[in-house]
């Protein structure tokens, strides 16, 4: 029967993707709104780096004024460009500069930052935080002669060297990289004390000059000072070597000093630049009328880019959606296919496993299908089995009735007790063949009671005695007492009875068959020992098959119907116990019986 389309796996699938396609677009729409605020932060960081544009102008103007001095006009620039109302007040709140000149409303009560060249702001200036700015140089500030005479120098450098230049911050220019030529015969016009021949760079851009040679020599001796209460007279040494030996190395960033060095030198040069320098001022930071920034206003250009892209994943999460329900249906229709052929008799149908939750499907179909194939076989076998089995007792009863019947034997009483022997082992098979049905049914009833272990032990090995020593077996017993469990004593004893038969008919004359018994964890365990043949490790995996039995000649002067250990099997395991065999051969076999003990107090 077809199944309706309302119902069909495709249909689920897709629709199932339709709703996961929604909650896709619910997640962007999340997303856009999360990319919206992240716009917001950005203008937010946008307005950050205004603050610190106003911050560096003024930062420069302190770093290159001993006061605050006409700082008005900067203030009202930076006002003007930015859009900021822009305020520079002393430590105690006296206005130095403010843009917003008067009837502006009241300054807030926390500034922006403090506007100090001597301790440049983090936040504001990352690169230069908690340093002086380089633009304070206070006493190292060079004219124009002297920075032309300079030039002059480097000029002639440049002639016969590659050189890297930089620019200190007073100006001056610095030599940080030379590869330098051997010798040059002139030196440049307007150089004082040229030599005919000199090394390229005697003059030495960077030697310190007779201009910078006081503020060296007081900076000199304020870290000298320093380390004299923080470090050592070797250290002072190299200190003042360093000094004498490369005038801009108190500016330079790649000069690596030790820790309480650059201790002193940082202490030292904010001394020496305090009195070139502007005092420290607090800048206040507001939007023009002194209020909040106003909201940034969102057009519905977003709304409309949300709107596209989620149209946009609904289409391809339907696509895909599609791609991935056919993908599922395609193997799930193979199955079909597979089941209704194994329906029309075909036993060997095979279908592919793909990967996922469908291959797992695929996969217990196939082992399905090997079960059921196997199913067939055991039943073909059992079928042939039952009728060889039936076969012997009835052709010998039909043969002997014959004969009688034409006169060709005497119905004696031999003759009818070996008539009634095939007859009973008839009805014995056809027994087994019934407990076998019922217990494949599920059908078998069990009558529990309380079942005293060494007592069955001794009736089953009691009604063995005599088949047992006419064989030449010693048959023994044991078995601990008190132990009790719940169960059917007459299927027990039907279980330990085909196990004690087994084992005596497989025991030659002189050897022994021993029934133990042993209880503890809840169960109680009957072995039966036996030092007979025993069997190989290929034949051990059968032993509880159906019609299975250890010679293949199947007589049964060596075995039964071959169908006692598979029922005892079955009525161990409707107990709920377990059965067990091991063997060697030529030593003996161990069959274990374990039986829950049950509510044996019942």
């Known amino acids: 029967m077809r199944t309706g389309r309302r119902h069909s796996l495709l249909v689920r699938i897709s629709a199932m993707s339709a709703l996961i396609a929604a ?280 709304a409309a880019r949300i709107a596209v892209t989620g149209a946009g994943i609904l289409v391809v999460a339907g696509l895909a959606s599609w791609g991935t329900a056919t993908a599922v249906v395609r193997p799930v229709r193979a199955l079909t296919a597979a089941a209704r052929r194994m329906t029309g008799g075909d036993r060997a149908v095979r279908v592919r496993e793909p990967s996922g939750e469908v291959g797992e499907l695929a996969g217990a179909f196939n082992a399905l299908s090997e079960r059921l194939a196997e199913v067939e076989r055991q039943r073909k076998a059992m079928v042939s089995d039952v009728a060889h089995e039936l076969r012997t007792p009835l052709a010998n009863i039909t043969g002997w009735l014959e004969a009688a019947q034409d006169g060709l034997a005497e119905p004696d009483p031999a003759l009818i007790a070996m008539l009634l022997e095939e007859a009973f082992l008839l009805q014995h098979m056809v027994d087994d063949l019934r407990d076998l049905a019922q217990a494949d049914a599920g059908a078998l009833r069990l009558h529990r009671e309380p079942v005293d272990a060494a007592e069955l032990v001794a009736q089953t090995v009691a009604a063995h005695r005599v088949a047992a020593g006419a064989q030449g077996v010693r048959l023994e017993v044991a078995c601990a007492g008190g132990l009790v469990l719940h169960g059917d004593p007459v299927r027990l004893r039907q279980v330990l009875g085909n196990l004690v038969g087994n084992a005596v008919r497989h025991t030659p004359s002189g050897g022994s068959v021993v029934v133990r018994g042993r209880g503890g964890g809840g169960v109680v365990v009957l072995e039966v020992v036996d030092t ?71």
Do not use: M
Not at 51 to 72: K, M, N, Q
Not at 585 to 600: I, N, T
């Open 23 to 302: 909650c896709s677009i619910a997640v962007t729409a999340w997303l856009a709104s999360q990319a919206t605020t992240g716009a917001i932060r950005q203008e937010q960081g946008e307005a950050l780096s205004v603050d610190a544009r106003i911050y560096d102008e003024l930062l420069g103007f302190a770093a290159t004024h001993p006061g605050w001095d006409g700082v008005e006009s900067t203030v009202d620039r930076l006002a003007a460009e930015t859009g900021r109302r822009v305020a520079l007040t002393t430590p105690s709140r006296a206005v130095l500069a403010d843009s917003g000149g008067p009837g502006a409303p009241e300054l807030p009560v926390n500034p922006k930052v403090q506007v100090d060249p001597l301790t440049v702001n983090a936040v504001l200036k990352p690169d230069g935080g908690g340093q002086i700015d380089p633009r304070a140089v206070g006493p190292f500030a060079l004219g124009e002669k002297v920075l032309a005479r300079l030039e002059a120098r480097l000029e002639h450098v440049r002639r016969c060297s590659s050189v890297v230049v930089r620019r200190l911050p007073s100006g001056r220019p610095w030599v940080a990289e030379s590869v330098v030529s051997p010798w040059t015969s002139a030196a440049p016009d307007g150089v004082d004390g040229a030599d005919p021949a000199f090394p390229c760079d005697a003059l030495g851009v960077n030697v310190p000059l007779e201009e910078e040679l006081p503020a060296l020599a007081d900076l000199e001796a304020r870290v000298t000072g320093c380390l004299a209460r923080t470090s050592s007279k070797q250290d002072q040494a190299v200190l003042r070597l360093l000094a004498k030996r490369d005038a801009g190395w108190y500016l330079r960033d790649e000069v690596v000093l030790e820790q309480e060095w650059s201790a002193c030198v940082l202490a030292s040069r904010k001394e020496q630049l305090a009195a070139h320098v502007a005092a420290p001022a607090l800048l206040f930071l507001t939007a023009p009328t002194g209020g909040e920034p106003q909201p940034i206003d969102l057009s519905t250009a977003g």
């Open 532 to 602: 007979g043949e025993g069997l190989a490790e290929e034949d051990l995996a059968r032993v509880f098959d159906r019609f299975w039995r250890a010679d293949p000649s199947r007589n049964r002067a060596t075995g039964g119907s071959g169908l006692g250990l598979a029922i005892s099997r079955h009525l161990v395991e409707l107990h709920g116990g377990s059965v067990t065999a091991e063997s060697e051969p030529g030593v003996g076999s161990v069959f274990r019986v374990v039986l829950p003990v049950g509510d044996a107090d019942v």
